[in-house]
């Protein structure tokens, strides 16, 4: 018999380095998991990815037993990633912090591809990558 489903906590942690600080205690904590558990099984999952922020989805189940999914950075840490950069400008439209081609753009939409909302869409896919950059001072060639 499957497991009934009590809720689904979304979080972006720094890959290997979670701890039960918030947000990871509080999340987990309210649906009484057993936190270090997860911490545990998250940095162990995330290890090689060292330096980047991993969103994970974690399922709990009504049991209090719970589950998780990894997914892929998310699109604005791929995009400082791939031009270097620290953070976004503090004025986006105002200020620029770099400029992203139009290849580091696909590059990065193909990567992301199975986390966005894009259909499997090349197309989109970039649009949504490009609307990320622009939203952080990037210009795109």
């Known amino acids: 018999m499957a497991k009934k489903v009590k809720t689904i906590i979304k979080l ?10 918030p947000p990871v205690g509080p999340a987990l904590g309210q649906h009484g998991l057993p936190i270090m558990d997860f ?3 998250y ?11 991993i969103p994970a ?7 209090r037993t719970f589950s998780f999914i990894t997914k892929l950075p998310p699109v604005a840490e791929l995009i400082k990633k791939e031009l270097k950069l620290e953070k976004g400008a503090k004025k986006p439209g105002q ?3 770099g400029t992203i081609t139009h290849e580091q ?5 193909t990567a992301k591809m199975e986390d966005l909302n894009a259909n499997d869409n090349l197309e ?6 490009a609307g990320t950059a622009r939203s952080m001072g990037i210009k795109i060639e």
């Open 124 to 129: 989109a896919a970039e649009k949504i990558v």
């Open 57 to 63: 989805v974690i399922t709990v189940y009504e049991d």
């Open 39 to 41: 911490v545990r099984a």
């Open 43 to 53: 940095n162990e999952k995330t290890a090689d990815k060292k330096g980047q922020v």
């Open 95 to 97: 200020e620029s912090v």
């Open 12 to 21: 972006n942690l720094p890959a290997g380095e979670a701890t039960p600080a």
């Open 105 to 109: 753009v696909t590059k990065i939409a």
